[in-house]
């Protein structure tokens, strides 16, 4: 349908103008060289690593959307992506003091436990940033914040494992709840990292309770790790 004019509304003292109404189509968007749709009408990424002007269009939005500052460390964690840093001694000795409790809870649960690469592949501010990587190749990055207290630090990297747990639990056709509140078996909903009197625990985000400390977790029916069941003498 054409586009038809048609007057504002009019009052006493106000002069008539026009406005444009149209039913017609939307405009295209503007054409970006590096952008591909799918059947869903979806957007990707997309140019062929010789098409420099594609890339440097790509870099330019990117830049536009994150400033310069976020835009320097955007682009710095893509060529980390290919060539990795390796850690300096302050962040290695943070990443492993803060996964050793993380490590003994798989352990307790029967789960698959990552190895931890010593190397950073993205740049995150005032962070400590490493790579956990399974047996069968499958890995994700992982993150703690270098002026967070000790128990901080495991409380943030005790979501990231969690979410690297459901993979593994999806992919063995579990329950991605982990570790699963013992409290409520009928609504299963996994543990809430927190930190509570200086010290990371497990916590039922239903009811408030902390149900164990991280790294001292106890599957049904078993002992804490590191602690002998029976009579204390």
């Known amino acids: ?34 952008q591909g749709k799918d059947s869903n009408g979806g957007g990707f990424i997309s140019y062929r690593p010789d098409d420099q002007a594609a890339a440097a269009a790509w870099r330019q ?12 460390r955007w682009q710095r964690s893509a060529e980390l992506i290919q060539n990795p840093r390796p850690l300096t001694d302050t962040e290695r000795a943070v990443l492993r ?14 789960l698959p436990v990552p ?5 950073a592949h993205e740049e995150r501010e005032e962070s400590a940033c490493g790579w956990i990587q399974g ?15 000790a128990a901080g630090q495991v409380a943030q990297l005790a979501e990231q494992f969690q979410d690297w747990a459901a993979d593994l639990l999806h992919d063995a ?5 982990w570790p699963a509140c013992p409290r409520h078996p009928g609504a299963p909903h996994r543990l809430d990292p927190q930190v509570r009197d200086d010290r990371a625990v497990w916590a039922c985000w239903e009811s408030g309770q902390v149900i164990w400390p991280i790294g001292e977790l106890a599957m049904p029916g078993g002992a804490r790790p590191g ?3 029976g009579r204390r003498p």
């Open 227 to 229: 602690r002998r069941r």
């Open 115 to 119: 190895d931890i690469r010593e190397e």
């Open 135 to 149: 047996p069968d190749g499958t890995g994700q990055g992982i993150w703690v914040l270098l002026d967070s207290s």
């Open 1 to 34: 349908m054409p586009a038809v004019l048609q007057p504002a509304a009019q009052g006493p003292a106000r002069r008539s103008t026009l406005r444009c109404v149209t039913s017609g189509p939307l405009p295209d968007p503007p054409f970006r060289p590096w």
């Open 97 to 110: 003091q803060a996964a050793a409790p993380l490590l003994a809870d798989l352990a307790a649960s029967g």
């Open 173 to 177: 056709g579990r329950p991605l709840d």
């Open 61 to 72: 939005h990117m830049r536009e959307m994150l400033g310069e500052e976020g835009f320097a």
